[in-house]
């Protein structure tokens, strides 16, 4: 398989258009001890929750503190095995979620304060035959240790909340979590207080980090946002301004990558990825938007780091929240990463 190919199944995202071949990649790269091997099918619940884990994708592996792993998931694919109706619309969580070796988040999760995965999150919608959730992230070992991360699965929806019917999904064969490590790696997640709301026409600036890439002269950054269409009444209440006259919101999101000086001082040109667009129905609500950006430290022009924003366009309809901060087990909304290769 050639090594582009190979690196945009780690990383799920589009290439950056200046990047259009790579020759030699570090790490290695660990797939799940057994890939699912067949279907994984599973119940819809009212509410977001219970996790359902997906069987085989569990990656078991012993790190020194502060050691770091590049995790993502591929080849899941969602979809739904009861009929749904052209009202039946279904949340859907796909989760990384780490814990102790020999255990799960909810029997020996790590401690507390710990951040411990990230997630994927959009409706499904009856006009879908299927989706391809896909997450991203780093674990970074609290401590010398053992450590299993798996994927778990929640979908929800309240067409199911009074018990008279049953709803049932399905995993397909062959989803995985796979792991790296790499000469560099570092993550960030966006914090409660940045979270915002995306007005009409306007363009923010939201998760910044500085990255300071060692090791390899490749470099992926990836940026992926949890994003929710602000409708008319809408159960959030940092989710203000929608009205009836629109049917969700049209965005665009991209990477900007200003590389800089030790001190902070802006050192050459922004290095941008590939604007993608999104479209945000009222009956889709919630949306992961991910965002890959592929540089080289050529393209640093001689300095030493770069700072990696996530650029959030609004271009029709209502607002939209960029949810920030973490939900139950500690698990990223929007958040970001990097890694040398």
């Known amino acids: 398989m050639r090594l582009r190919s190979r690196l945009a199944a780690r990383l799920g995202g589009m290439f950056a258009a200046s990047v259009l071949a790579l020759t030699g990649l570090m790490g290695t790269a660990t797939p799940a001890q057994a890939a699912l091997t067949e279907p994984f099918d599973y119940q819809v619940t009212p509410k977001a929750g219970p ?17 770091r792993s590049y995790l993502w998931s591929r080849n899941v694919v969602l979809s739904n095995v009861t009929e749904l109706g052209e009202d039946d619309w279904l949340g859907t969580t796909l989760s990384i ?27 499904y919608l009856p006009t879908e035959t299927s989706q391809s959730p896909i997450v991203r992230w780093v674990f970074i070992a609290p401590e010398q240790g053992t450590y299993t991360c798996r994927l778990s699965v929640t979908s929800y929806s309240s067409i199911v909340a009074d018990g008279s019917r049953q709803v049932t999904m399905r995993i397909g064969a062959g989803a995985e979590l796979a792991r790296a490590g790499y000469p560099y790696a570092a993550r960030w997640t966006l914090l409660q207080e940045s979270e915002r709301v995306v007005g009409a026409g306007s363009t923010v600036t939201t998760l910044g980090y500085t990255v300071t890439p060692t090791g390899a002269d490749r470099i992926a950054v990836v940026q992926d946002a949890a994003l929710t269409t602000c409708k008319a009444n809408s159960p959030y209440e940092s989710c203000s301004g929608g009205t009836t006259a629109y049917d969700g919101t049209h965005l665009q999101t991209w990477i900007e990558a200003q590389p800089q000086n030790p001190d902070g001082t802006r050192c050459g040109a922004p290095k941008t990825s590939t604007a993608a667009t999104w479209r945000i129905s009222n009956a889709r609500h919630h949306q992961a938007a991910v965002n890959t950006l592929y ?37 990223a909304r929007t958040h970001g990463l990097a890694f040398t290769y």
């Open 51 to 67: 996790y359902r884990d997906i069987p085989g994708t569990e990656v078991t592996f012993t790190a020194a503190a502060g050691e």
């Open 97 to 123: 979620r780490c814990a102790y070796a020999g255990g799960t988040p909810e029997t020996a999760p790590l401690p507390a304060g710990v951040e411990a995965g990230a997630y994927w999150a959009a409706n």
């Open 295 to 331: 540089l080289t430290t050529a393209d640093l022009g001689g300095c030493s780091q770069l700072r990696v924003s996530l650029k959030v366009k609004h271009t029709w309809g209502n607002p939209v929240l960029i949810h920030a901060g973490h939900v139950a087990g500690h698990i």
